[in-house]
């Protein structure tokens, strides 16, 4: 991305090369680690990350869309950049993910205001060029003078079908002539995992030595940090609703579908139990074969075939198969398999 | 399928790719897809490359396949196993069988068959003779059948044309050989797709997991302003169609569901039932996987002995005698089919356990079905 304006370089941080940036800044990583004048900018760095990893946005000294003064793009660009050098030496996945997703829902809010300013003449936007960069999708505007734009349906369904909430389903959305209509919200919504992935691989990719001077402490600081975020769960010996559905319809001898088996073979697999363990469970199926069970549970494994190791369908493909008997202990999982380990 | 039925259909499908293998144009870009076949009372042989047209008509001279497949998607190698055969795209296939319309006149040509003592009875959930559950379901497929399945096809079509931009010419529809169709979408955006993203189409054509909130009927405090109007694109405007009547009867109709107080739920429900109506009945599995190998236009279709044939004219069509190509030759058979069923133009049956003299393409038809064999 080339000729940044001061605006965009604080709104969007994560498009500068850090280490090129820097040093055209004329600074070196170890004069930040030992310069007092430059520690608020490693504080401010710090700040950012541990907002970031609490899930309290971070307060951005951009007003209105535009950077307030001289001082506040240095700060912006610094203390993103050296977040970025602060993760990769702490090498804390948690604390990447969480700041990555943060910087992206930051960069999201910019991303919208900048579209809903566009005129409809703009179309070497620099938002449009960042989320064609990021996700290879072409927003248009509409003629009409109103928040609204449209991108391929194609496109739309490789970003959206990662969503589960149900207005982002394709049938709830306005479709017409191969495109789908969305607002500025929704535009720079549908691009947040881009977004993140790019900032977690500049953090991942960007080239640091084991330890630079100075940044020691902060850098073990953040690691106990981390440890706070541990999740707690909880182990149930119960099968989800729709397994002892399957599992019920069997004992009866009624004819379980294929859909159905699928879902019953690989949900145990997933858990964990052997193939010995699993192929009983078809004895009483109307057009039981011992072989053909056995070559199929092999097949789901991968034993045989292709290799392919099917996993268990979602719940949203159990739903669509009429598999699905959701209870309220189903609340928060999106795959059979979370129903054993459920976060507490 | 026994030793004697066995020769006579396959001699018959053999005649059939010997006379008519110009039905069978190798598909578009062959060299990049897998073929499969299946022989009688065989299993299933995939990963096969055909080159050209003369490698697929040898295939059928020698194997006289009962079905012969060949792939929506295009690989680099697609004679290797399915992890090596490095996938590029697949075009967009779709499935609308009549068996699936939940039609009332199936129950009149549907029989079971039961897999213990072999017992052909009317429709129901055990054998009369032996009481056995274990039962095969056959199903001869009537007019409303394939005019009903055509309708579904035509809904079919304006989505993908109008809402999805497809072009018309990359749209072709083919009668399946049995009971259906068959729609075959090329060179489209949409070949990159994966299985998910297609099954988020699937649902777009069925109708599926759709809100109120699409339609601007909103939980909490409803407002009229906020309503899609009738002449909207897409289901926007085809469903409001459904719901509302007409445009002249929407104002009253919102007035109507916002002054409710369940006004949510009952509009949630209209479009629930309205999935079966306006939601185009196709066959999810078909449609988001992206390896299938699907059945090769121009082939026979061995649960009727008909040919996958392409539909120019869908309106038209007449599977029971422009996909029936087996000749006429007299064949003495036991048929043992209690519905009555018209192959080109000519009724036959039903047939208590008979010794009947009929036309090869009919005998074969029974056989194919189950529902006869040779005496």
Redesign the interface.
Known sequence: MKNLGQDEMAKYPFLADAGQYLKDQGFTLEQFGSDPDLKLFVDKAIHRIRSAAKGIPYKSDIMDNEIRDDATLPKEVFSFLLAVILLKLTGINTLIRRFSLAEARRAEEYLQKDLKKMSDEDKDELAIKIIYDLSSITVKKTDKNEDKFFIPVSDYLVHSVHFHEKEWKLINRHVEKGNVFLTSHQVARLVRSELSSFISKKIFSVNTPSMIIGFQKPVEELASFAKIFSVPTMVSTEYPPCIKHAIEVLEKGENLSHSGRFLLGTYLMGVGKPIDQIAPLFKNAPDYNEKITMYQLNHLKGSSGSGTKYKCPSCERVKSKDLCFATSDCDGIINPIQFKKKRV | MLEQDLQLVETAFKKYYFDHFDLLPIPERALEREFGYQKFNGGMNRHISIKSNEELRLMLITNIPSDVYCSNGYYSFPNL???EKDWKEADLIFDIDAKDLNLDCRQEHTCIKCLACGKISSLQLTCTSCKS??IEIKSLTCKNCISRAKQEVFKLREILE?????KKENIQIYFSGNEGFHIHVTNS??Q??GS??R???V??IM?????P??FGMKKYKPERSSFVNID?????GRASKHIFGSKSKRSKAITEIISEPDGYTIFQNKLENLKDVIGVKID??VTIDIHRIFRLPGSLNSKSGMSKILCENLEKINPFSDACFIDDEKTDILANCPIEFTLKNEKFGPYNNEKVTLPKYAAIYLICKGLGNIT
């Open positions: 196993p399915m992890s559950t274990k109008e809402d999805l931009a497809i955006l949409y990159q797709l998910r993203e099954n988020e189409l649902d777009y109708f599926r997991g759709v809100m909130e699409t909207d694109k897409g289901w926007r999810p599995n």
